[in-house]
């Protein structure tokens, strides 16, 4: 009950609809908020990471520039007639390697089949079938599949061609450069994305990761197709950024640039969590800050709405004590010149209307329409009345009980219209008579009664008088439409001590009357 109640107030409703409100604002604000930071930090990231990229890839391929370039210039000073001459080719290539460390981890020669013409000693074994030597061979430089060593380094072989005088390619010239010692590796390991990103050189043609940052993924293969769609893509050659769920299921964005001198690519790449870690701290911004706002609003909504309600239920709550009778029909306060000032002053109005109906309806009741005279309710409540107070002060009251005579001539002669007139006529002469503190009522078509009371002379010698007077009045021509006409009437009196009912003096003032119309008409009789 209380529930519906609350249902249906209108301070619950207004508060219902602006937390409605509140929570439709903030989440819209919230999503679009969350979405336009997600796109402009995604992007603003994904342009770093390409930043990165592009700078991890240049000096990636610096690097193996670096070596490349070396090797080629040393192949090209080799004489062609040293590979013939084993001692003075290990020790034109132990002078050669004295002056640059860049390929520590071995520098050998062999001839266009693979056969090892000579070398520094190597500490990767010597492999003669990789893509390196293939392309050096065919007259090019290349770098080979990365591989580890027994020491756990990364290795890196490369190749270049030595040509004879003709310009014809009649051996290779091996080098394997160490990128655990140069220190690329951990230059890499340095370059830490955030808290989890990371950066990543992948070989393509080789399936591998050449170096991660995360060091455990070195030289490891790359995943299957299928498993991260921007990994696929790189794979097939796409350079750019994006966002991707890489193998262990997290969504990240990378970024992917190329290493030209080696065919590789450099990922940059870091978590979307750790990317948009201000989006999350900007949500729970707005939940927290929204929270106390929002509640603020509704109270000061709640208070505001009470304060205004306030006079409104007041007024009802006394209007429904009105109508249950517990409170007496009164103008409501009029509080505010708003709205509810302005119902308020409707429903007095209404008020106002209602006790003056009540008014005539209470008159109606007690009245003679045609007259105004009391009737005979009246006349009951008033005679009760004069009885009491007769009893109390041990006096006399006086009914003279008039019955007009030849009324229905009246009547019939002139007509219902002028016999109302004459009734009407006759009202006031007798109102006339009286004194303002005696009732005239008239109790039938042509009966009126006249109570008396208070007399200054005995009761019955007051009656009498009353009576003759009454007589008199009456007799008076009465001015209808176009005659005059007198008309008589006939008077039965009976006094009362109070010891009487009303009804008793009544019938006693009737019976009296009976007998003044029987002794003649226009006379009177008192029992
Ligand atoms: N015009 C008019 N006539 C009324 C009204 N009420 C009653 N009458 C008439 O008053 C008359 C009263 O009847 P009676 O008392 O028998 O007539 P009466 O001629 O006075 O007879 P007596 O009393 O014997 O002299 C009837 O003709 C009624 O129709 C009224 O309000 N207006």
């Known amino acids: 009950m209380n529930l519906r109640k609350s249902a249906n107030s209108l301070v619950v409703r207004l508060l219902v609809m602006g937390l409605a409100m509140a929570v439709v604002g903030t989440a819209a604000s919230y999503i679009q908020?969350?979405?336009?930071?997600?796109?402009?930090?995604?992007?603003?990231?994904?342009?770093?990471?390409?930043?990165?990229a592009a700078y991890v890839a240049r000096d990636v391929d610096n690097y193996l520039d670096e070596r490349l370039s070396f090797l080629e210039r040393l192949a090209g000073a080799l004489p062609p007639e040293l590979l013939a001459q084993p001692e003075q080719l290990?020790?034109?290539?132990?002078?050669?390697?004295?002056?640059?460390?860049?390929?520590?981890?071995?520098?050998?020669?062999?001839?266009?089949?693979?056969?090892?013409?000579?070398?520094?000693?190597?500490?990767?074994?010597?492999?003669?079938?990789?893509?390196?030597?293939?392309?050096?061979?065919?007259?090019?430089?290349?770098?080979?599949?990365?591989?580890?060593?027994?020491s756990q380094h990364s290795a890196l072989p490369m190749a270049a061609p030595i040509r004879n005088g003709a310009g014809q390619v009649v051996a290779v010239l091996l080098g394997t450069a160490d990128l655990s010692a140069d220190g690329l590796l951990d230059h890499l390991q340095e370059g830490r994305v955030g808290q989890a990103g990371g950066i990543?050189?992948?070989?393509?043609?080789?399936?591998?990761?050449?170096?991660?940052?995360?060091?455990?993924?070195?030289?490891?293969?790359?995943?299957?197709?299928?498993?991260?769609?921007?990994?696929?893509?790189?794979?097939?050659?796409?350079?750019?950024?994006?966002?991707?769920?890489?193998?262990?299921?997290?969504?990240?964005?990378?970024?992917?640039?190329?290493?030209?001198?080696?065919?590789?690519?450099?990922?940059?790449?870091?978590?979307?969590?750790?990317?948009?870690?201000?989006?999350?701290?900007?949500?729970?911004?707005?939940?927290?800050?929204?929270?106390?706002?929002?509640t603020a609003v509704l109270v000061v909504i709640g208070l505001i709405m009470a304060w205004l309600l306030r006079p409104l239920l007041r007024a009802a709550d006394q209007a429904d004590?009105?109508?249950?009778?517990?409170?007496?029909?009164?103008?409501?306060?009029?509080?505010?010149?708003?709205?509810?000032?302005?119902?308020?002053?409707?429903?007095?109005?209404?008020?106002?209307?209602?006790?003056?109906?009540?008014?005539?309806?209470?008159?109606?009741?007690?009245?003679?329409?045609?007259?105004?005279?009391?009737?005979?309710?009246?006349?009951?409540?008033?005679?009760?009345?004069?009885?009491?107070?007769?009893?109390?002060?041990?006096?006399?009251?006086a009914v003279l009980y008039l019955d007009l005579d030849g009324f229905k001539d009246l009547n019939d002669t002139f007509g219902h219209e002028a016999g109302d007139k004459a009734l009407g006529e006759i009202a006031h002469r007798l109102r006339a008579l009286v004194r303002h503190t005696d009732t005239v009522a008239r109790i039938g078509g042509d009966e009126f009664v006249l109570l008396a009371t208070d007399f200054e002379e005995p009761a019955e010698q007051a009656a009498l008088t009353l009576a003759r007077r009454c007589i008199d009045a009456i007799a008076q021509p009465l001015q209808l439409e176009h005659s005059s006409m007198a008309i008589g009437v006939s008077i039965g009196i009976a006094l009362g001590s109070g010891s009487e009912t009303p009804q008793d003096l009544l019938a006693t003032a009737d019976k009296a009357m009976y007998r003044a119309k029987q002794g003649g008409r226009g006379s009177y009789a008192m029992m």
């Open 33 to 52: 908020l969350t979405r336009f930071l997600r796109e402009d930090l995604t992007k603003s990231v994904a342009t770093q990471q390409m930043a990165l």
């Open 90 to 150: 290990h020790a034109w290539l132990a002078e050669r390697s004295a002056l640059s460390a860049l390929f520590p981890l071995g520098l050998v020669v062999t001839d266009v089949t693979g056969k090892r013409l000579d070398g520094l000693d190597s500490a990767v074994q010597l492999e003669t079938g990789g893509p390196e030597f293939t392309a050096a061979s065919a007259g090019k430089r290349a770098v080979g599949r990365p591989r580890s060593t027994a």
């Open 200 to 294: 990543l050189v992948i070989s393509p043609r080789d399936h591998i990761f050449v170096a991660s940052t995360d060091v455990s993924m070195s030289l490891t293969p790359t995943p299957p197709d299928g498993v991260n769609p921007l990994h696929d893509r790189a794979m097939a050659g796409f350079r750019g950024s994006g966002t991707t769920r890489n193998a262990k299921g997290i969504e990240e964005i990378s970024a992917i640039a190329s290493v030209p001198n080696s065919g590789w690519f450099v990922v940059a790449r870091l978590p979307v969590s750790e990317a948009l870690a201000p989006v999350s701290r900007m949500q729970t911004f707005i939940l927290q800050q929204r929270a106390p706002a929002v």
């Open 321 to 397: 004590r009105m109508t249950r009778g517990e409170l007496a029909l009164t103008p409501l306060q009029v509080v505010r010149n708003d709205e509810i000032g302005h119902l308020t002053q409707a429903f007095n109005r209404l008020l106002a209307k209602l006790l003056d109906n009540q008014e005539a309806l209470a008159r109606l009741a007690h009245h003679d329409t045609l007259t105004g005279l009391p009737n005979r309710k009246l006349l009951d409540e008033r005679l009760q009345q004069a009885l009491v107070h007769a009893r109390q002060r041990a006096q006399q009251v």
